[in-house]
């Protein structure tokens, strides 16, 4: 019996660990080659978009069946679950937290979806940072190949800190606006021009 296409890919990425940033390009060749539908699930809205564009022009052949981006804190949940059965993958992609990539196990597991699902953290905004065309990717071609992938994964960890920032504001805007008073001010804060209030 044949390897599955995430049997396939798994076994390549664990024998060929130096090579990480090549990850999501050795995968979606397989699948381009196999006639495999990808769905990518990770990253920010305007990275997993990027790639959604980038992978169009230039891997034609790919059927992608789709993408979502998880800049959200919390599960999956059924409504994105759903969207990803619809899309009917052969094979999804993540670019996942290592704790949140076994929470999506689970709620694969959960909610039926009997689909392949390889985890490739930090790959989605590397990928996009060392193809040609990224504006990155002209300067790191003229330096040695160890500075030109240090450029790409700070690329990639500059994506995701602004993801991380992202979700500490979300989180931290609820206790902000309980901090404010009816009247505008700050709570425990006197107003410019007005006297505390005799005790």
Do not use: W
């Amino acid at each position: 019996m044949p390897d599955s296409i995430e049997d396939q890919i798994e076994r390549v990425l664990r024998a060929d660990l130096v090579r990480r940033d090549t990850g999501l390009q050795e995968a979606l060749r397989r699948c381009e080659r196999a006639g495999e539908a990808v769905f990518l699930f990770g990253g920010d809205s305007a990275t997993i978009q990027a790639l959604r564009r980038r992978l169009r022009s230039r891997r034609p052949r790919l059927r992608l069946a789709g993408v979502c981006d998880a800049d959200f804190s919390g599960p999956a949940g059924p409504e994105i679950l759903a969207h990803i059965a619809a899309c009917k993958p052969d094979l999804v992609i993540a670019d996942l937290a290592p704790r949140r990539h076994r929470a999506l196990i689970a709620e694969f597991a959960a909610h039926g979806l009997h689909t392949g699902l390889v985890n490739l953290p930090g790959t989605f905004a590397r990928y996009l940072a060392t193809q040609p065309g990224a504006g990155l990717s002209r300067l790191t071609a003229r330096l040695p190949r160890a500075i030109g992938r240090a450029f790409g994964e700070l690329a990639g960890l500059a994506r995701l800190s602004g993801i991380v920032a992202r979700q500490l504001v979300q989180r931290a805007a609820p206790a902000a606006s309980q901090a404010i008073a009816p009247d505008g001010a700050l709570a425990g804060r006197v107003r410019r021009g007005s006297q505390p209030a005799a005790r």
